[in-house]
């Protein structure tokens, strides 16, 4: 896996990507699929690769929003409960490579979106989630989270603001630790299905740690660093047209 061209821009690419992902509650998946895609890595190293490297950014950003106060269990039970067996489902599939592409471009379209804040306007008037509401969005996020390789918080954290269910900091916490469950069901349905993971992963998660706590500290803080974004989405906005059209 570390035979890729240019691998040295990768590690020097890769804290970055999980410091800007931690400091909103994320795992930094869709980012990582992102640059393994720009680095054309193998499909079938993706997916395992990016889900273990969630586990360790997430856990850690998720520790450091608890710590600050803003964990809401109750919202975050109402969508993990159905999340978490769909996305081991999502796991044990495998797609073509192709249409496997395809759909990473679209979801990384909500981590463009998430990146220049479109989603990032709070409301005073917060709602209260129906149980309906939670297993239903729960479900297909997490079944999409096992079958393309992400935690779905990427997707989950601009659900919560749109319906006013939390506010930013909230949706961040419940969403890094929603990202870490969903991310170690779809690691187990991926290695129950026969996937295995290289020994090179590791190391990457070594790297990726370095950007994930620090990420997690300041962003948990008051870390809004906008010029980092904007660079983050422009090379989202790039890997996503490389999935497309190749």
């Not at 240019?6 to 590690?11: D, H, Y």
């Not at 990427?154 to 870490?180: Q, R």
């Not at 295995?196 to 998660?205: D, G, H, I, M, R």
């Amino acid at each position: 896996m570390l035979q890729t061209e240019n691998i040295t821009l990768f590690l020097i690419i890769l804290p970055i990507v999980s410091f800007l992902y931690s400091s909103v509650g994320h795992g930094g998946a869709s980012g990582y699929l992102a640059l393994m895609a720009l680095f054309s890595f193998a499909p079938e190293t993706m997916k395992p690769t990016a889900l273990l490297l969630n586990l360790f950014v997430a856990g850690i950003s998720f520790y450091y929003y608890f710590k600050a106060g803003f964990f809401n269990k109750k919202l975050f039970l109402a969508f993990a409960i159905t999340s978490i067996p769909f996305a081991f489902f999502g796991g044990t599939i495998e797609i073509d490579a192709s249409i496997y592409k395809k759909i990473l471009a679209v979801l990384l379209v909500f981590a463009i979106l998430k990146m220049l804040n479109v989603f990032g306007k709070e409301s005073d008037n917060i709602k209260e989630v129906k149980l309906w509401q939670g297993l239903f969005f729960g479900s297909i996020i997490g079944f999409f989270s096992g079958l393309i390789g992400i935690g779905g918080g990427i997707i989950l954290s601009p659900v919560i603001l749109l319906f006013h269910w939390g506010k930013m900091k909230e949706a961040a916490a419940v969403s890094a630790l929603f990202i870490w469950v969903n991310s170690a069901s779809g690691l187990v349905g991926q290695l129950y299905s026969g996937v295995t993971l290289q020994k090179e992963s590791f190391l990457l998660v070594a790297i990726a740690l370095i950007g994930g706590i620090l990420g997690g500290y300041f962003g948990s803080k008051k870390i809004n660093n906008m010029q980092l974004r904007y660079i983050l989405a422009f090379v989202l906005i790039i890997a996503c047209g490389k999935l497309f059209f190749t």
